[in-house]
């Protein structure tokens, strides 16, 4: 019957989640032939992805974070707590009926709102190897505490999870450092180091002239918060139209439609400058870029280690401060350069960073033994429960009791 992973991604809004999901999943079945993965998703854009041959998804109903931090469902009209009952049956239910061998969960521990409890129970309660799935860093811990407080999650750490992934490196980050987690929690986590990304295929839409030559990415991940890097560096190009490299901005499917609007009438204007929305192959246009201008987040942050890019980060601060922990430890590393955020936009300020991009060291230039080794220890450390199926082994269990 081949072995199975079940991995669930809880986000449904932004990437980072999902592609860091899909990395997992396309390198383990490159390495077991007899393997199926399917994801848990409630991202409407899913389908806009590749899936390599065995792998999967199921898309649960989509909510969306309000700025009061209250949830609300994403498309349908019913109340925010019938569509979490239904994401929890369809997650307990494909649980139930796809029987693997592993289930995977990203990030959150008990998902959102809890709503993976019950199929953590289920799963525990027949075998499956159950794995907590953590990147580098989660938020700073004064704040991460309280939250993991309130949601409840030490008994699901201590007596749920068989093991804790954690996508990075102790000596750039111990997201779970600070918190007061009991040594058996400790003694789950392995670091793994940081997901490798391979450029798969063509670009599958066509892109600006510009990509013909050396070029500046601009990419914001999922774009609901990347209006602030557009501006500042559209405000670069507009005061110095002489910057070194021309660049291409990817503004991102999830920004608000009016600033995409906005941006794109600048943009026409510029000679040196050119803008997408949004393209599935990120990782080939960042191959193909100089240099790279992003925000920080996990996945970009990947990209820039792999395809070995000079980058400028500009984290997010609100409402976690992960990708500036993840930036300033970078680059005390040597690994980037950061820039601190500044709301009022000075253009000569990103000029003077962007004009310094051309003669930054390279990733590669600084050695750090297991940076890059995300991918071989996870199928390392899958490969021991990918043999016989669950079910059959519970029934081998009770033959061999009989």
Not at 199 to 218: F, H, K, Q, T, W
Not at 299 to 307: A, G, K, Y
């Amino acid at each position: 019957m081949g072995s199975r992973i079940l991995i669930y991604s809880h986000d449904s809004f932004g990437l980072g989640h999902l592609r860091r999901c899909l990395t997992i999943a396309h390198s383990l079945v490159d390495n077991h032939e007899d393997l199926s993965i399917l994801i848990l998703s409630g991202s409407p854009i899913i389908g806009s992805f590749d899936f390599r041959n065995r792998v999967d998804f199921v898309r649960v109903p989509g909510v969306i974070k309000l700025r009061d931090g209250e949830y609300t469902s994403l498309s349908l009209a019913i109340h925010f707590e019938e569509t979490l009952a239904l994401r929890a049956s369809i997650i307990k239910h494909t649980a139930e009926v796809f029987d693997p061998n592993i289930f995977i969960v990203d990030k959150e521990p008990l998902g959102l709102r809890g709503e993976v409890g019950e199929t953590l129970e289920l799963l525990k309660g027949r075998g499956t190897r159950l794995v907590l799935g953590l990147r580098d860093v989660l938020d700073e811990p004064r704040l991460l505490a309280p939250e993991w407080e309130r949601k409840n999650v030490l008994p699901s750490l201590c007596n749920l999870y068989d093991e804790i992934w954690v996508y990075g490196l102790r000596e750039i980050c111990n997201p779970l450092e600070g918190i007061g987690m009991p040594a058996s929690v400790q003694e789950k986590m392995v670091f793994t180091g940081y997901l490798p990304r391979k450029v798969r295929g063509a670009i599958n839409e066509p892109l600006p002239a510009i990509v013909e030559r050396p070029y500046l990415l601009v990419t914001t991940g999922g774009g609901g918060d990347g209006e602030g890097l557009i501006e500042w560096v559209l405000r670069a190009y507009e005061t110095d139209p002489l910057l070194p490299y021309p660049a291409l901005l990817v503004l991102g499917p999830f920004m608000q439609a009016d600033r995409q609007v906005e941006f794109l009438n600048r943009v026409q204007r510029l000679k040196r400058v050119e803008a997408i929305t949004f393209n599935a192959h990120l990782e080939s246009i960042s191959a193909k870029a100089a240099a790279i201008v992003c925000m920080g987040g996990y996945n970009t942050f990947c990209e820039v280690l792999s395809l070995n890019k000079r980058a400028l980060i500009i984290p997010r601060t609100e409402p976690r401060m992960e990708q500036f922990i993840r930036a300033s430890r970078a680059e005390k590393l040597g690994l980037v350069r950061m820039l601190a955020e500044d709301k009022n936009y000075p253009p000569e300020v990103m000029a003077e960073a962007l004009r310094a991009l051309p003669s930054q060291r390279q990733p590669m230039d600084v050695v750090i033994p297991g940076l890059l080794e995300g991918l071989v220890n996870v199928n390392r450390l899958a490969t021991p429960w990918l043999g016989q199926r669950n079910s059959e082994a519970a029934e081998s269990r009770a033959a061999a009791g009989a």
